[in-house]
């Protein structure tokens, strides 16, 4: 094994840019996807890249490159000791049939965030210097090796605006790198959320429905994001009903605790839209595709229990002792020591994260297109004029 991790470190060096780019990436929307511009343009940042990112990702990134200029591995492969080139079309040859173009946006996805990475600040932000959420609907805390992200807009259930999406982006991107063991996101009030505020619908920018789908599409593959690269334990304290969105990146935390009282709904087609945050994937995994269905085809609602029963949610408890037992079980947690349950979560969960941004890319692709559907623009119409509730 050591031969082989000292002739990819060897590779790397001898390695143009040029030659280099998640291995398994079969999803991809057509209305997402890379131009051949963006393509060359990712190609050229790769070069000014100002940390090594290591010889795994050097492998994906060779990989892509390969599928996206060349298809799918159509060389021999080379012999049992020839090590590094093995190790290459290995690579390569596990993207099996994906397309050209869909290698390419996952190239493009791929050296953006090694992009984003490599430019956000690496000192550990203590709790203390976090930047404050631009707005009261969000409250970040840090105390006993635990910071908490409360969506605080009880008197809407706790429907996320725009601007909350922004600022659950900036606290996770804080509380990756503060001194916490374990970060939880959980609501205030008798909503855990009710999913996505239906009004962010209707503020159209200049460039119309269009553009406002645009933006919109971009903010959920972002935030959704956050949410796959997360690197600590991440747990969902479920404090009552949750909707949409804030249901669907539940497959994406490590642990659910959830009252009593919670219930669990995607009513997706009753919105003309579609699954987000993963779902599509995460779901049929969890709970088997048939239950899948029924919750985002046609919107059945599932007890906490019922979660529970099929996977969703780790434990339920009564609402009235909710509160007092779930923290006191977080504390006690977030006593562990915090790098074994990091490099954990990452054996846990990396070999499935370039999958899960392949699957988020396509979702808020769809999504993109519903949005500007008739089916959709009725359903927010109707909720607005508050002819339909859930
Ligand atoms: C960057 C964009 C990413 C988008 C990602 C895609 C996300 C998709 C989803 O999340 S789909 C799910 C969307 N959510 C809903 O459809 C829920 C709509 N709300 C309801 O059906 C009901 O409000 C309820 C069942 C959640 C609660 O009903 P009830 O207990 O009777 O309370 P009220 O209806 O009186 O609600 C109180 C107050 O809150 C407002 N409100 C509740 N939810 C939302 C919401 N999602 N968007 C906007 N406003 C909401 C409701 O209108 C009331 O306001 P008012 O007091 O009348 O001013």
Known sequence: MSLVYDSLARWSVAWSPLQVPALGLHVRGP?????????????????????????????????????????????????????????KWDAWNALGSLSKEAARQNYVDLVSRLSASSESPSPEAPAADRKQPESDSLVVTSEDGITTIRLNRPAKKNALTTQMYHDIIAALQAASKDESAITVLTGSGDYYCSGNDLTNFTHLPAGGLEEMARSAAALLRDFVNCFIDFPKPLVAVVNGPAVGISV????????????????????????????????????????????AAEMLLFGKKLTAQEACAQGLVTEVFPDGTFQKEVWARLKAYSKLPPNAMRISKQIIRNREKEKLHAVNAEESSVLRERWQSDECMNAIASFLSRKAKL
Request: hydrophobic residues 35%; contains cysteine; positive net charge.
């Open 31 to 87: 209305a997402m996807l890379a131009s051949q511009k963006d393509f060359n343009n990712a190609v050229s940042q790769v070069k000014l890249l100002k940390e090594d990112p290591g010889n795994e990702v050097k492998l994906k990134l060779y990989a892509l490159y390969k599928q996206a200029t060349e298809g799918p591995c159509n060389v021999p492969k080379p012999g049992m000791l020839d090590f590094i080139n093995k190790t």
């Open 248 to 291: 669907t990146i539940l497959g994406l935390f490590d642990v659910v605790y959830a009252t009593d009282r919670a219930s669990f709904h995607t009513p997706f087609s009753h919105l003309g839209q579609s699954p987000e945050g993963c779902s599509s994937y995460t779901f049929p995994k969890i709970m088997g595709s048939s239950k």
